[in-house]
């Protein structure tokens, strides 16, 4: 048994205190399926170029609480945002450096914890059931690292927007790691729910402040008929972390949702987003920019489940890869046998800055319907000389000419994030992982 | 200002430039004139520092300093400005970004004082209308999705910004309707200055209907063969570039 789970009973009594009895079973049950596999390995077809030995031999164990104040926070990648923010430390929650407060009529912007206690079912009736394959086509997808996440579930961030209502203020859910008795893991689990109509942006942030983590969280979003959440996703975690994370989305009718997926930082990164379409008319806008850099592994892998006619699905995944990293994208699209005049676009590009890095890309269509427009296109390539020399000719020195052109390779993504204060600190983030101020 | 002497060049094993020798003096316009592959453009891109292109012999001296030993990006701070033949294109790059990015690291090297977005935009103003580009080309990414003739104006807008010592324009008029080219041959007469320079390199004298050049040269097979007054662009516009190989021939 992997050490990483050896704990898992003690861990679990623990949850059951303030978690519905109904979670307990859920625990158990996603455990047990998580132990009967145990971590995959590179044979694993969907883990192949992600190496996760170090987490059955890191002595990697259950997170604590740790103390952090605000200007330790505030100072940490982006602890400035002005926004509803949820604060996370080690997995759990830490109300010292959040403010919730003041949310309109109707709206839940807090911890799983509290969501149980004020309305158990509202929070039960998605949990768990976002973030699940059963009953959709194909069968090479791994959702071992979503058991493994649910057999820790307890803690976490509930959003809840009533219908109609249009959240003005964005919100930030961060979670943190400050490892400093050793390496641990944390499951933080995020449960979205815009009902009818309801608009909100959400930045979803990991951050590091200490040590080495493994960080596996499983986030579900919930869209009603015509809501519009815009989720970016920022992860901006240090050197020595690693993460293995699920997003799972569900789209009703007319709703649209942007995923902005940024990964800046870490040092094993696995992040895989389902989308099920379960109405027509709906957008999904998925942006990804990943920079890569040391011995870093970025895996990003995407899957959009077209089951119902009329939807469309546009994709956006870029990777920047120096040094001797790696890189990978592996997108699949299935569209059913039903969902007539699906649009579909996929496109991937990667960016290697050094003759050391890779890139490994796979698209993959499942197409069952015969009315449809789906396009895919990947194409790996070095920085253009011929506009480096131009804008070198003009008088820009040779590192600032390289890094605006790899900032406007990405720059496409990070157009996406329209929380102004959270692009602005991506991007900084984005020119200082480069080596070079803006 | 300029002094290139016996300057020769090559691309992989092809010899290009056999010995170029050419002297430009503040406040002159020069113009070369060639048939295709003279190696017109090859001299440009010489100068400006592409390093597609080997020096074999010969030195380009610029203000008393060694050229060919300077980055691309000290040639253009020291002065000098390449109007690109085939201006390239860079989604996600914006104009005004990248403009402003190379005004100011000029204006560092010259000990002057970084100007602010605001400042910048000032500088602009007025060049932006002479050229007759829509301000919103600004904002929009370097020449991406722009016609032939907006490119070339935009380099001659870009000339303008940066105020080089040295102007040398590829080609400009390749492409450009008798409209655009007024525009560019405006924009380059309102730079004209005792302290500055211009080498205008094309393959048609009616670019200099426009640009009164000084001097005349004509490039043929790496070398300069000939060399004259305004009245030599109207010879070879009236004969072709027939008649000074016939001359070479004759001489030979």
């Keep these: 048994m992997p050490s990483l789970i050896q704990d898992h009973a003690v861990v679990a009594r623990l949850l059951s205190a303030h978690t519905p009895p109904a979670l307990a079973e859920v625990r158990e049950r996603a455990y047990q399926a998580f132990a009967a596999v145990g971590m995959p390995t590179t044979k694993d077809e969907e883990f192949r170029y992600v190496s996760l030995r170090a987490l059955d031999e890191g002595g990697f164990g259950p997170a604590y609480g740790a103390n952090v104040d605000r200007q330790e926070t505030e100072a940490a990648p982006l602890g400035g945002l002005d926004a509803i923010n949820v604060t996370f430390v080690n997995g759990q929650h830490a109300p010292e450096v959040s403010g919730f407060d003041d949310l309109p009529d109707g709206v839940f912007v807090g911890t799983l914890a509290d969501a149980f206690a004020a309305n158990a079912e509202r929070v039960m009736a998605h949990l768990g059931k976002v973030a699940t394959l059963q009953g959709k086509l194909g069968s090479t997808n791994d959702e071992r690292f979503v058991h493994l996440n649910t057999a820790y579930l307890g803690e976490g961030a509930f959003v809840y927007v009533p219908r109609g209502i249009a959240l003005a203020r964005p919100i930030h859910l961060r979670f943190l790691t400050k490892a400093d008795h050793g390496p641990l893991a944390v499951f933080p689990r995020v449960l979205i729910v815009l009902e009818d109509g309801a608009v909100a942006k959400v930045v979803e942030s990991y951050g590091h402040l200490k040590g080495v983590a493994f960080v596996a969280p499983v986030t579900e979003i919930v869209l009603g008929r015509d809501a519009n959440l815009e989720l970016t996703r920022a992860q901006l975690e240090g050197d020595d972390t690693m993460h293995v994370s699920n997003t799972a989305i569900h789209q009703a009718s007319g709703s649209t949702i942007t995923h902005n997926n940024l990964n800046l930082g870490g040092r094993v990164v696995r992040h895989d987003v389902n989308v099920w379409l379960d109405g027509e008319h709906t957008e999904t806008w998925l942006n990804g920019a990943s920079v890569g850099r040391r011995d870093m592994v970025i895996d990003n892998h995407t899957r959009i489940d077209h089951a119902k006619p009329n939807c469309h699905s546009f994709e956006t995944y870029k990777s920047i890869l120096d040094d001797e990293s790696t890189g990978v994208f592996n997108g699949k699209i299935f569209v059913y046998e039903d969902a007539q005049k699906t649009d579909a676009k996929q496109t991937n590009q990667g960016l290697l800055l050094s003759a050391k890095a890779t890139f490994n890309t796979k698209p993959q269509l499942e197409i069952f319907a015969d009315d449809v427009k789906c396009t895919h296109g990947a194409t790996v390539g070095q920085l253009r000389e011929d506009a480096l020399f131009y804008l070198r000719a003009r008088g820009v020195p040779k590192a600032q000419a390289e890094s605006l052109l790899v900032y406007a390779f990405a720059a496409e993504v990070f157009e996406k994030v329209t929380v102004t204060d959270a692009k602005d600190a991506l991007e900084a983030i984005l020119f200082e992982r480069l080596g070079t101020q803006a | ?252």
Excluded: W
Aim: glycine content about 8%.
């Design chain 2, 1 to 252: 200002m300029l002094t290139i002497s016996n300057l020769h060049a090559r691309v992989e094993e092809k010899t290009i430039l056999r010995g170029i020798d050419l002297t430009i003096n503040a406040g002159e316009v020069h113009a070369i004139m060639g048939p295709n592959g003279s190696g017109k453009s090859t001299l440009a891109s010489i100068l400006a520092g592409r390093d597609d292109y080997e020096v074999t012999e010969g030195s380009v001296d610029f203000e008393g300093e060694d050229l060919l030993d300077m980055d691309p990006e000290t040639r253009a701070a020291e002065g000098l400005f390449l109007a690109f033949q085939y201006p390239v294109e860079i989604p996600g790059v914006t104009n005004s970004y990248f403009l402003r990015a190379a005004l100011n690291n000029i204006r560092k090297h010259r000990g002057e004082a970084e100007l602010s977005m605001m400042e910048f935009m000032k500088h602009i103003r007025s060049k932006v209308a002479q050229m007759e580009l829509s301000s919103d080309l600004l904002s929009r990414s370097v020449n991406e999705g722009f016609s032939g003739g907006e490119k070339k104006r935009n380099e001659i807008f870009q000339m303008a910004v940066l105020e080089p010592k040295l102007c040398v324009l590829d080609e400009t008029d390749s492409g450009l309707d008798i409209d655009a080219l007024k525009v560019v041959a405006n924009g380059v007469n309102t730079l004209r200055s005792p302290e500055r320079a211009v080498l205008v390199i094309t393959h048609y004298q009616r670019l200099l209907d426009y640009i009164t050049p000084d001097f005349v040269h004509v490039l043929m097979g790496g070398r300069i063969v000939k060399s004259g007054g305004r009245e030599l662009a109207l010879e070879l516009e009236a004969k072709g570039y027939g008649f000074i190989e016939e001359e070479l021939v004759a001489k030979a």
